[in-house]
């Protein structure tokens, strides 16, 4: 799988997206928001790298965009704005509104080195082939580090999209 990038962003900036054309969306946000925002806005944005995928199958039991956990959100879950497994997949965009930032954030507080290591370790080998005690600190690493960018987001009423380039 490829990178992942979270951004804190502006109602309008979610607005844009809605309003163009899908298959413009992940050019919108390789050549001009992620251009902008490792610029200008470092504090609203927060590289995955590729530990995106473990994040959200400790996170959630699976990898699925319609997940009925409360930590789903963090992710691939939210609203998708580009991924549909067909045409469009290639690419993943999913936004979530301040409400659900600040909810998720409190959530995703909560968790500790040792119950995200649990998690993690309940990830079926056989549906993530990269599990190992390596994976798990650079994954642990990468989570513990988001938890600023999520209370940032929900502090300052931002959404969070999160992207990655299949």
Known sequence: MG?????????????KLRDMPVNERP??????????YFEEYPERTYELEESWEAIHRALTGGFDFDSDSPL?????GGEVLYFD???HDDYIITAKPPLAVRALCGELSKLDAASFSKMYKAIPAADYPDKSGEDLEETLEFFENSLAFWKFAADNGLWVLFTADL
């Open 72 to 76: 789903a959100p963090a992710i691939l």
């Open 27 to 36: 050019v919108y946000i390789s050549e001009e928001l992620e251009e902008l």
């Open 85 to 87: 497994g067909e045409k």
């Open 3 to 15: 990178f992942g990038v979270l951004f804190a962003v502006p109602a309008d900036t979610v607005e």
